[in-house]
């Protein structure tokens, strides 16, 4: 998360300088902006919101984000009521509006600006309060102060009911408050409150809390799951990055389903505790891809309007890809339900007559159609996480090809978290992957051919076909033609695949096979190349 560039442009390379310089240089905060979130009034889902701005020069300016995380223009705004604002006295200042989120308070020193705010939509998209619990994503719920996005902010929640509990990964600020160096920080952290199941678990040396609405849960069971998923994405991508982590559950029919991803926590509805494990896999994983491995055209966040990124096929799908190498890497899936998976991905991408025409990347463009329905018909839309998902097993295929397994997908994540995430930059989008794939290849097989500038221009740019019969192969494997079966609301067909494992694959292939299933995370193996048999 960065701060607004305010003042005069600066030259692009020190806009892109890291994250990490850039807070250190950072003058020191100048006060502590402050919210108060009452949840009195759970029947009527409405909570009552306090603002409290310090040093107010004249006036200052509020704004409802438009959007925030989902890629959707959802306009919190709407939902708020009766917006005022008092002075320190308690006198009534001046309101004026000036668009659909934007308010001018006219005031001296400290403003309060109060308002009711009414939601009862549940899941990790949503905000509610009921008489069952409490959910929200801040940014449905707060204001920020455009030029003052950093600086520090509390949240204190009052009127809790007797017997509700929170869980927010922030820290505590006395009872009920909970502090975040700026506004991004504070609305990237979902509060759940209610009379919640709550148990923590160490795994890959970190604490790992589980926060649990709905139905209930074996822990024992939960803890085992994603003991499993933190400890190999841990040893993946080289240790975790945060001091604690939180999954938000909400378990049962009438939460929807989805997760949604946070710096250090995650929000995920399922209808059923069975379906844990391939969210989650996801999930955590995004707490790299996307959170700290971050396309430059996501930042600095916009709360106003659509950001429009051409990333998400990486984003998403290959967060689909390590999602799915998670769970067979791991033992929580066999080989068969792995393919089971890859041949619902390529069956999914062959029943869209819209791969034709929109690519991977305009999919990302256009992800903010997604809450229309028409747009999400086989003829309108190419899915991002599904066609990502296979560009990911495709490239991790031609790199381990090219290199004869000695390098793989695993390096190009690992080094883009070491050359964008741990250095605070943002990669340039498709070009930044591109790069990456690259390096990785030309340092482990210096002679090795592979043109990415063709990957990348044909099925990431471009629309021609993925040619899964030719990429699949080269790990071993063979795309089989099953049959035929209808487009949905159209009057095509489609054909319809399985994948089966080679029976005879050469040592190459078998090589590659096995580095797909299991992964390269021991980096010294993979260095040597008498030891280079993929582990
Ligand atoms: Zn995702």
Not at 38 to 44: G, M, V
Not at 276 to 298: D, G, M, T
Request: glycine share 6%.
């Amino acid at each position: 998360m960065r701060r607004m560039i305010r003042g005069a442009a600066r030259p692009l390379a020190a806009f892109a300088s890291c994250l990490l310089a850039f807070l250190a240089a950072a003058p020191p905060a100048r006060a502590t902006i402050r919210y108060e979130i009452s949840l009195a009034r759970p029947a009527q889902h409405q909570f009552h919101v306090t603002m409290t701005i310090p040093d107010v020069r004249q006036s200052v300016v509020v704004q409802m984000p438009a959007w925030n995380t989902l890629y959707q223009i959802r306009d919190f705004a709407y939902h708020v009521a009766a917006l005022h604002a008092v002075d320190a006295a308690g006198k009534p200042l001046r309101v004026s509006r000036s668009d659909k989120q934007t308010w001018t308070i006219q005031g001296q020193g400290e403003v309060r600006v109060e308002y009711a705010d009414y939601w009862d939509e549940a899941g990790p998209f949503g905000t509610q309060l009921s008489n069952e619990h409490a959910f929200l994503n801040l940014a449905m719920v707060l204001c920020y102060v455009p030029d003052r996005r950093a600086e520090e902010s509390t949240v204190h929640f009052s009127d809790v009911p007797q017997g509700w509990r929170t869980a927010v990964e922030l820290p505590a600020d006395g009872s009920s408050a909970y502090r975040a160096p700026g506004y991004d920080a504070l609305v990237d952290a979902p509060v759940e409150i209610g009379p919640l199941d709550m148990f923590q678990f160490q795994a890959a040396g970190k604490p790992i809390r589980v926060a649990v609405h709905g139905e209930s849960v074996d822990h024992a069971r939960i803890t085992e799951m994603l003991t499993r998923i933190v400890e190999y994405e841990s040893s993946l991508m080289g240790g975790l990055p945060f001091s604690e982590y939180l999954f938000v559950y909400h378990i049962g029919r009438d939460f929807g389903g989805g997760g949604m991803e946070h710096s250090n926590c995650t929000t995920i509805a399922v209808g059923s505790a069975g379906q844990l494990a391939n969210v989650s896999a996801h999930e955590f994983f995004h707490l790299w891809n996307v959170k700290r491995i971050r396309p430059q055209s996501l930042e600095p966040v916009d709360y106003t309007r659509e950001m429009f990124t051409p990333s998400l096929w990486f984003a998403e799908g290959f967060t689909n890809t390590y999602a799915a190498y998670t769970l067979v890497r791991s033992g929580a899936w066999n080989q068969g339900q792995f393919f089971a998976d890859l041949t619902e991905q390529i069956n999914e991408l062959e029943a869209r007559p819209a791969r034709h025409w929109q690519s991977a990347e305009e999919s990302s463009l256009d992800a903010w159609f997604e809450k229309y329905p028409l747009y999400n018909e086989p003829g309108y839309s190419v899915s991002y996480y599904n066609k990502g998902q296979l560009l990911g097993v495709g490239l991790d295929i031609l790199i381990r090809d090219a290199t004869d397994n000695r390098a793989s997908l695993d390096d190009v994540m690992r080094k883009l978290n070491q050359d964008y995430a741990q250095m605070g930059r943002f990669y340039p989008d498709s070009a930044g992957i591109r790069t990456a794939a690259e390096g990785v290849v030309r340092d482990a097989a210096p002679n090795a051919r592979l043109d990415l500038d063709d990957f990348f221009a044909r099925y990431v740019a471009g629309t021609d076909e993925l040619p899964l019969a030719d990429w699949l192969p080269r790990a071993g494997l063979n795309l089989k033609i099953t049959g035929e079966r209808r487009v949905a609301s159209s009057d095509e067909t489609a054909q319809t695949y399985a994948i089966e494992e080679n029976a005879h694959p050469n040592e190459k292939q078998l090589r590659i096979r096995d580095g797909l299933l299991r992964g390269t995370v021991d980096r010294a193996a993979v260095a040597q190349p008498a030891a280079a048999n993929g582990r």
